[in-house]
């Protein structure tokens, strides 16, 4: 089926399969692999994305229910060629081990950001809980998230 | 001079710098095994074998060949080479072979045009199955009259070792039985691989692995093919921990893309995955320690089983492991220790983190502390007093030779401050976040909350043991290019994610001076790197880096026409400095004077020679050792059986620390993975069949769950070893559950002989793991690992001949 969908800022189309999941048609049919495929379930949030401004689980939600929708992925963050705040702080922060949950962490902690710039540990914790990271043991990670506050105020 | 060159290079040894391929992971453009692509590409599936033990009584494939879209189905007929493999011992079928011993065994697979029309296809394979009785026990698989899993029996190996006087007596007594479950490595990043025919017969593969040239050294047979026709290509690796040593989908993808001619990609889902890699072998340890009233070892006797499954994988020298490391980080003059690895139609075991030594830590320092109580010590004191130190005797007879801080990681560890009392509000309640369970699951307000503190010592090897010599290669290039002197590295050490890549360029900057460092992607077009496990490569493939970047320096040193001594290089008294070569403190000449020609060097690095076991399980076995303490806090909520970690302190020896942050980060994500195994991981097993293959069912620490980590790096460099390091990546993930478990012990006074640690198990509902007394000792022809005795193709060792 024909779908239409906003993607990253650009009206775009894709020939995807009925049953196909949004994560698919994004890495398969618009060539956007970014968003990772972990788990099919939503357990583990490497596939995280904005769907018309919410996060969402990209694996939980149907192709067709991106028609005539806005997508962002986590593609749109360093359009421009320069890291995103939250990207940045990734890597200085040593939260990028083997990278897998990165893309859907990043999404999700520049989600939480955009709502809340200065959030307390246990805000954080309960927000990033839909996140699994195995390699890091989430320590960084936290780090990282204070790090980018701290940027994207300053 | 080394300090000054040392200093003169940014992003060197010693530095947090940062991660290589940090910039395209957090873009997402980092190409992992599941985002491989070809023009015209094919995509295979697997039909996996339902029942744990059966007979196949047929395979009906034409249904399938005819669906839509099929390009082949192919079954262990079609197998072009030898029909099995194996990492140790080649006892696996590629594909079933009249028989499927465990639930998930590769049956037949398929080649469609699309991943669905793959799936479709194999649905309409018809198998005929005569189920058999299945062997789902370790112990079980001792009994004389249980089904044989192959031709030599169920027993995969058997360890025994007899040090000093095993029959020594003792004042004081403990003993305990312990079981572990069997956990999944659970890497993010599923198993993928793109294999693409090529014009000369021959194949080109990219695929996730932890060892390329051990996966050619299976795949090339099975497909009739020598080794120089299958290329390997290392594929983005989402996390291995273990999980990746052994061949999944390899073969199979080469198989169909030689026989259709097109390029196949495989990508397993995360049910596939819980299915199509190895686990960590479930354990029983029987354990009596005794010792003397002041508290000094004198004789520790250790039984321990773990079920291999119903192939070899690398049983046999998780075994070894287990069973050289099972009475702990301590001096004990008297033992005997007895390790069995059996085969079950269980799902197969083989590597994981740790690697054999988180089992018999759970089992080693929960005794430890049970004898500190007995003897009215503290439980800290009690290990220190029994530390090992350089020049310690192993019950293997092996003399400590290197470093050896066991005492500096307790004291560090325990020196480290411990986590404030939660706050109260007037009426004494706490912040709902902050109970066990948290706001969802904490129906209480913590009336029946109890605090407690475990502590835990352990150690491991590092690099492989019992004579292997693992080396590893490297070739290094200098040349002059139009910004100034490059160098590259190349070689097929795996990144799995815990930052092997960038250490290679800061040990290539601090040797050379040289600040710009390009890494060629690891494949076969260089020599064997050895596995990315037994927290070996930053050791081994440091080693071989250091070695030739040393060999560019002497030859920069012949091309500017300075006298070179022998080991000039190796004593730093050549150098690049700010552009210069230095000699004796002199500078000599301008580098890019000397590189009109670029320099390629290719060197590879051997550890020192170790031994296989001698009568009485005797030998120098292992290379070296990394050690590591941690101490857990943790809340208990009494009434639900909830599990709040407050806290984990950890000191850890890593000979030294190349890149700190990354060290502190193996620290950490090690730490994780033993919570999981303490208080979540484990998959159900039910009649030998998986019951929990998902993330919904097999829990995982998420962010709640892990608590903030403080973290001592204990730095007292291996002598004898480039640059003086260890490794990093295991040794916490050996102590961290068994300090866990501790905590809960001490919190809840109950006895906790088995991890995971369920809720139930912390409100009495479950009694302890109880036994009936320790399995039998089989009786086997030797050390060696039985498949070995009856011929059985060797896997790993023909690869260390060949080299």
């Known amino acids: 089926m024909l779908i239409r969908v906003n993607v990253n800022g650009e009206w775009r189309e894709a020939d995807a399969w009925e049953g196909s999941s949004l994560l698919s048609m994004l890495r398969d049919d618009l060539g956007l692999p970014g968003s990772k495929n972990a788990c099919e379930q939503g357990e583990c949030g490497s596939c995280s994305v904005w769907l018309d401004g919410d996060l969402v689980c990209s694996c939980l939600v149907l192709a067709a229910q991106a028609h005539e929708c806005e997508v962002r992925t986590v593609e749109s963050l360093s359009g421009g060629g320069e890291l995103h705040p939250v990207q940045e702080a990734f890597i200085e922060a040593g939260a990028v081990q083997c990278g897998f949950c990165t893309p859907g962490l990043i999404v999700a902690v520049t989600d939480l950001l955009s709502h809340n710039p200065s959030p307390s540990e246990a805000s954080v914790r309960e927000a990033l809980s839909g996140n699994l990271c195995r390699c890091t043991g989430y320590q960084k990670i936290l780090d990282a998230v204070q790090l980018s506050a701290k940027g994207m105020i300053g | ?803």
């Open chain 2, 1 to 803: 001079m080394s300090q000054r060159v040392a200093e003169g290079v940014r992003q060197g040894i010693g530095e947090s710098v940062r991660r290589v391929d940090g910039i395209p992971k957090v873009r997402g453009s980092f190409a992992y095994g599941s985002d491989l692509w070809h023009e015209r590409m094919l995509w295979g599936h697997t039909l996996r074998s339902p029942h744990a033990h059966a007979r196949i009584r047929s395979i009906e494939v034409s249904k399938a060949i005819a669906a839509p879209g099929v390009l082949a189905v192919l079954t262990a007929e079609d197998v072009p080479g030898r029909k099995i493999y194996g990492l140790e011992f080649a006892d696996q079928p590629v594909m079933a072979i009249d028989r499927v011993r465990y639930h998930g065994e590769p049956v037949a697979i398929v080649a469609a045009e699309t991943p669905e029309l793959a799936r479709r296809a194999a649905d309409r394979i018809a198998v005929e199955y005569e189920p058999l009785p299945a062997v789902t026990d370790m112990e079980q698989a001792l009994d004389p009259d249980a089904p044989k899993l192959h031709d030599w029996g169920n027993i995969l190996r058997h360890v025994s070792i007899v040090h000093g006087d095993p029959d020594a007596p003792a004042d004081v007594w403990v003993e305990g039985y312990y079981e572990t479950g069997m956990q999944d490595q659970a890497a993010l990043g599923p198993e993928g691989g793109l294999a693409i025919p090529a014009d000369d017969g021959g194949v080109d593969l990219y695929v996730t692995t932890q060892w390329l040239h051990v996966d050619r050294q299976q795949i090339a047979p099975c497909l009739g093919l020598p080794e120089e026709k299958v290329r390997i290509t290392l594929a983005g690796l989402g996390g291995a921990f273990g999980s990746r040593e052994d061949v999944h989908l390899q073969i199979h993808a080469c198989i169909l893309a030689l026989r259709t001619g097109r390029p196949v990609k495989f990508m397993y889902g995360r049910p596939e995955s819980f299915l199509g890699h190895v686990h960590r072998h479930p354990s029983r340890v029987w354990s009596r320690v005794g010792a003397t009233r002041e508290g000094r070892l004198v004789n520790v006797q250790v039984r321990l089983m773990i079920d291999g499954g119903a192939y070899a994988s690398s049983s046999p020298a998780v075994i070894a492991n287990a069973t050289t490391f099972a009475a702990g980080p301590y001096e004990v003059p008297n033992a005997r220790i007895d390790g069995t690895a059996v085969y079950t139609n269980n799902p197969p075991c083989g590597a994981m983190r740790g690697f054999g030594g988180p089992q018999v830590a759970f089992a080693y320092e929960a005794q430890m502390d049970k004898l500190a109580r007995a003897l009215g010590m503290d439980p800290v004191e009690l290990r220190l007093k029994n530390a090992l130190k350089p020049g310690s005797v192993l019950p293997t007879g092996q003399v400590i030779r290197g470093s050896a801080p066991v005492r500096q990681v307790i004291e560090r560890c325990a020196a480290l401050p411990l986590p404030p009392e939660e706050p109260r509000d007037e009426r004494g309640h706490r912040d709902p976040l902050s109970l066990p369970g948290g706001v969802a699951g904490n129906v209480g307000r913590g009336e029946a909350l109890k605090r407690g503190v475990g502590f835990a010592v352990g150690y491991k090897n590092v690099a492989y043991s019992e004579g292997f010599d693992d080396s590893t290669e490297a070739r290094v290039t200098l040349s002059q290019g139009a910004d100034g002197p490059i160098a590259e590295i190349h070689t097929a050490a795996v990144e799995c994610g815990g930052g092997v890549h960038t250490i290679l360029t800061q040990i290539a900057r601090t040797e050379l001076g040289v600040e710009r460092v390009v890494l060629h992607p690891p494949d076969t077009g260089v020599g064997s790197a050895g596995s990315s496990s037994a927290s070996r490569l930053t050791l081994m493939a440091g080693g071989a880096v250091q070695l030739a970047c040393r060999a560019i320096l002497e030859e920069l040193g012949r091309r500017s026409g300075v006298a070179m001594p022998e080991g000039m290089a190796e004593a730093r008294q050549i150098a690049v400095e700010g552009g210069q070569l230095i000699a004796a403190d002199e500078p000599v000449a301008a580098l890019e004077d000397l590189l009109s020609e670029p320099i390629v060097m290719t060197r590879t690095y051997h550890h020192r020679p170790t031994e296989s076991f001698g009568p009485g399980g005797q030998g120098d076995i292992h290379v070296m050792f990394a050690f590591a303490a941690e101490r857990a806090v943790v809340e208990v909520d009494e009434d639900l059986g909830l599990v709040r970690v407050v806290q984990i302190a950890a000191a850890q020896d890593v000979g030294r620390a190349i890149n700190p942050q990354g060290v502190t980060g193996q620290i950490e994500g090690g730490t994780a993975q033993g919570l999981g195994l303490a208080l979540m991981e484990e998959l159900q097993l039910k009649d030998g069949r998986i019951m929990n293959p998902s993330f919904t069912d097999y829990l995982l620490p998420t962010i709640l769950d892990m608590p903030p980590m403080v973290s001592e790096i204990v730095e007292d460099p291996e002598p004898g070893v480039p640059l003086g390091v260890k490794g990093a990546g295991e040794p916490s993930t050996i102590v961290s559950t068994a300090a866990i478990v501790a905590a809960l012990r001490d919190a809840t006074g109950r006895e906790l002989n088995r991890a995971p640690v369920k809720p139930d198990d912390l409100v009495g509902l479950r009694a302890p793991a109880v036994s009936s007394g320790p399995a039998p000792i089989p009786d086997v022809p030797g050390p060696k690992p039985i498949p070995e005795y009856h011929g059985v193709g060797a896997g790993q060792q023909e690869l260390m001949k060949s080299d």
